[in-house]
C-alpha cells in the first residue's frame, strides 16, 4: 500500500550558538502543497538539537488537535529524523525526554513518515524559526 499523506508538515529548529537564543517553527501543507497553518516561537536559551525536537513536538501537538491521523513530516535535522525512526540512539538525557515525548504524539496518528530533506527544501519553516529568533531581539 503506497502511503498518501494527508498533511505534509516541515519542522525546523534554530539556536544562535549552541546553546544560544533558540527558537522553532513549523508548517503544514494539505496533500496539493497548500498552506494551511503555520508557527513559530523564541524558546529561550538551549541547543539546536532541543529547538529541532521542540519543533516537532508541536507540529504534532498541533496536527492531533486539529484531528489529523496520516501526516509526512519533513525536517533538514538528519540526527532528528534517525533518532525517531531508531536508526540512532538517543544519548543525553534531556533529549532522551524530548524523543519520548515525540514517540508518545506519534503513536497517536494512524500513519506517519518522517523523512529528512535538504534545507534547501526545507525554506518555509526554517524562515519561521529565525523569524521568531529575529522577533526576540
Not at 525536537?53 to 535535522?77: F, G
Amino acid at each position: 500500500m503506497l502511503f498518501e499523506p494527508e498533511h505534509v508538515i516541515y519542522v525546523d529548529g534554530a539556536s544562535r550558538g549552541n546553546p544560544g537564543p533558540a527558537s522553532y517553527g513549523f508548517a503544514v501543507f494539505d496533500a496539493g502543497g497548500k498552506l494551511l497553518h503555520k508557527a513559530s516561537a523564541y524558546i529561550g536559551r538551549t541547543t539546536n538539537n532541543v529547538a529541532e525536537y521542540t519543533a516537532l513536538i508541536e507540529a504534532l501537538r498541533y496536527l492531533l488537535s486539529r484531528n489529523i491521523s496520516a501526516v509526512e513530516i519533513r525536517s533538514d535535522s538528519q540526527l532528528l529524523v534517525r533518532q525517531v525512526t531508531g536508526e540512532y540512539k538517543v544519548r543525553t538525557p534531556h533529549i532522551q525526554e524530548l524523543h519520548d515525548q515525540a514517540r508518545d504524539l506519534l503513536r497517536r496518528f494512524a500513519f506517519y513518515q518522517i523523512k529528512h530533506v535538504p534545507r534547501a527544501e526545507n525554506k518555509v519553516a526554517d524562515k519561521l524559526a529565525n523569524e521568531a529568533l529575529d522577533r526576540e531581539r
